[in-house]
DNA sequence: GATGCGTGGTC
DNA sequence: TGACCAAGCAT
């Protein structure tokens, strides 16, 4: 990787502050459709829904337009059934992200009258809102001098103090954060942040970074800039094998809707025991996905047209949760479904169909 | 402080 | 193609 070596102080003045706030307000993606609002909702929307998620998928795929069209303010929010709320949700993962989001809304409404809070703690306080999140709208939505440390930021700081120790401990983020609040201006915040972390999108690649066109590389003391940031990585990837049953009557579909977990209040298919092999249904569609850090091989399992197997004996589900039929032509499609069922249900239904 | 959480994209 | 990653947070 060809860069020219460092001859400049990150902290001396303001001089790198004020070269990602230029390059920012020459170069920045001025058109995202959260950068067209100064609603602080609007604002807050978007870092939610961006969190641990990258702007292709929230943008190409239209959440944040439908989202706000149909919930447009707190108050609309707040008085929705969770079930719509999930529905806007899916496809999003991460769905205690929605619930949030509508916790939010109501503390809004509720703890403040409707307006929002332009103090960094309470917006901190704001369910679902953690410091990265206080700290982006703080600053982009209010202009206030707040730090923010995501992803991105990770990336630009490893490399801009070649920090060549693993990033993805408490301490190493200690100090991010400390590096963010030294650098982060009075002087136009919002565009700082904004750019900050644009540029470690864009131009501070993770495994090519483009440092010839990098507006801090002066600033930069990295020396071999792919090296970082280092990092520890999380567990293994573990596999596993989920049999599912699908199964139709009347022209309805049984799902399962899950209790315990993150994913509560969504419906899927419901999971058929380990050990249903000598009766067991047909094999329907195999299929696999990840989910964090599992490698999911599904497997869906039942009777295409009679499903009088499973009247039959025993109720051959293993179900957790409520099970319900919902109609297949108007009520599967409004319901809140994981990806990787709705995927299987409607190739299912599309091969059936052919 | 470690762990779990959803999904789609990248190389 | 499998491992890694992306505008983190809550418990």
Partial sequence: MLKAPQTRDPFAGDGFAGA??????????????????????????????????????????GYFTR????FPDPAALAAAAEPEVLKCWEGLGYYNRARNLQKAARALIEEHGGSFPGELDKIRALPG??????GAIASIAFGRAAAVVDGNVVRVFARLFDFREAVDTPA????????????VPENRPREYNAGLMELGQRVCLRTSPACLACPVADWCAATDPAALPIKNGGPKTVFVTERVLFAVRDGRLLLERESGSRRRGLWKLPALP???????????????????HHRVDLIVQGWAGDPTGLSAGPNPVESEGELAWFDLQTEVPAIAMPSPYRRAVETILARQKA
């Fill in 274 to 292: 380990e050990d249903f092999a000598g009766e067991a249904p047909p094999v329907m569609l195999e299929t696999k996905y990840s989910i964090t």
């Fill in 172 to 183: 190493a983020q200690k100090r991010f954060w400390e590096w963010a609040e030294r650098l």
């Fill in 67 to 70: 989202w706000l069209e149909r």
């Fill in 129 to 134: 809102v953690g410091r990265y999140t206080a």
């Fill in 20 to 61: 990602v706030v230029e390059w920012f307000v020459e170069t920045g993606r001025h058109d995202l459709p959260w950068r067209q609002t100064a609603d602080p909702y609007a604002i807050l929307v978007s870092e939610i829904m961006l969190q641990q998620t990258q702007v292709a998928t929230v943008l190409e795929r």
